[in-house]
């Protein structure tokens, strides 16, 4: 028979936990920021008892951008999220009984990186081929995604050093 897993909590500090909490959050306030300016763009329409003094397309355009432009700020917001959360993990980060860390900070990032991309070629759109801007869309959001990677893989390299580099011994005390 299979022993039951034994089940110990995670110590892990509460500025950790807070971060993760808002990293979990971000996503969820990008996807509907993305699907209300989508939804209200297309709202948009070129009814003829509605006097419009600039092209619909350029108002639609706009309210994507503006969108895009929300989901920019998350993104870089979600970024610096993990810094501080990679800041405050514990060394070594806990790992629960079946051996994988409580992370998918990554997944989240490319997530909300693709939707602004998303986005923005949505609204690139409104005034050209729209499949070819929503493939340019998606191609800069997954670019974003693989510069947030990297940095914060550099950054978390950085702070690992700054650690291993306290712990050494700097001298000997018996001469």
């Keep these: 028979m299979n022993a039951p897993i034994p089940r110990k909590p995670l ?7 807070h971060y993760n909490n808002l990293i979990w959050q971000v996503p969820s306030w990008g996807l ?14 070129n009814d003829q008892n509605v006097s419009w003094t600039v092209p619909v397309s350029w108002v639609r355009a706009l309210v994507l951008f503006f969108g895009a432009f929300l989901l920019a700020a998350l993104t870089v917001a979600l ?3 993990r810094g ?6 514990p060394d070594p980060v806990p ?10 900070n990554r997944y989240l990032q490319g ?7 998303i986005i923005l ?3 690139l759109a409104e005034g050209l081929a ?12 997954f670019f974003a995604w693989l510069l947030a990677e990297r940095g914060h893989s550099k950054l978390v390299e950085k702070m690992n050093g700054a650690a291993n580099k306290a712990m050494q011994p700097t001298g000997s005390a018996c001469g």
């Design 79 to 81: 970024y610096r999220y």
């Design 11 to 17: 110590e892990l500090s509460e500025t950790y936990l």
């Design 130 to 141: 729209w499949w070819w801007l929503v493939l340019l869309g998606f191609l800069l959001g």
């Design 121 to 123: 070629g949505l609204g």
């Design 95 to 104: 790992k629960p009984p079946f051996g994988e860390p409580p992370a998918a």
């Design 111 to 117: 997530a909300l990186c693709l939707t602004t991309g």
């Design 84 to 89: 501080y959360q990679a800041a405050s993990a």
């Design 32 to 45: 509907a920021i993305a699907a209300g300016v989508v939804v209200a763009a297309h709202q948009i329409s």
